[in-house]
């Protein structure tokens, strides 16, 4: 792993308050969504945000399985959790973390339509410029692998064996994790326990 990779990894004050403003550009645009729908599992901590935000809207969960690791990806996405609510003649909001390959949003909005959805629109928190799918609505462009502030223990364990594999030592290790923007307390957490 590149000692130089490129990483975000906002804060919790940061991630809501860009939730925030993804739910203020979906509400001047002046959709109202009936439904939202949450990507498991990126996707629920800006789901129950947005949720609030609009008063609480109906909400559900989609899980589409789709990275093994880190920047790896499986083949194709597979659902394994459908919505468990009627979708026909709904307005939905596809609610995730960050539309990367786009794929993910893509098999979710199909599912949503082909199932009877009167209108459905998509909004993550962060877009990759690369992605198949562009979200009605997002925030924030980024290149970077993001390190969200829900997955940072995840992310930690992920990035640590892959480093050590590569014959980086421990002590290397943390310090490449806090110039990725980590917490030394987080990341002395999560390696302990």
Request: proline content about 5%.
């Amino acid at each position: 792993m590149s000692k130089t990779a490129e990483f975000e990894a906002p804060s919790w004050e940061q991630f809501y308050w860009l939730c925030l403003e993804l739910a203020d550009r979906v509400k001047n645009s002046g959709y109202v969504p009936e439904l939202m729908v949450g990507i498991i599992r990126g996707g629920l901590v800006p789901l129950r945000i947005l949720s609030d935000e609009f008063d609480n809207v109906d909400l559900a969960t989609m899980r589409i399985v789709f990275y093994e690791d880190v920047k790896k990806t499986m083949t194709e996405p597979k659902i394994i959790q459908k919505p468990a609510v009627p979708l026909k003649d709904r307005r939905i909001l596809i609610v995730d973390d960050v539309a990367d390959t786009g794929s993910s949003l893509i098999v979710a909005n199909d599912f949503l339509m082909e199932n009877g959805a009167k209108e459905v629109k998509v909004a993550t928190v962060y877009y990759k410029p690369w992605s198949k799918f562009r979200p009605d609505y997002f925030v924030k462009t980024t290149e970077k692998w993001i390190i969200f502030p829900h997955e940072k223990r995840e992310a930690i364990l992920t990035l640590s064996r892959r480093m050590l594999a590569e014959g980086i030592d421990r002590k290397e290790i943390r310090q490449r994790l806090i110039d990725f923007g980590l917490e030394p307390a987080v990341i002395d957490r999560c390696l302990t326990t």
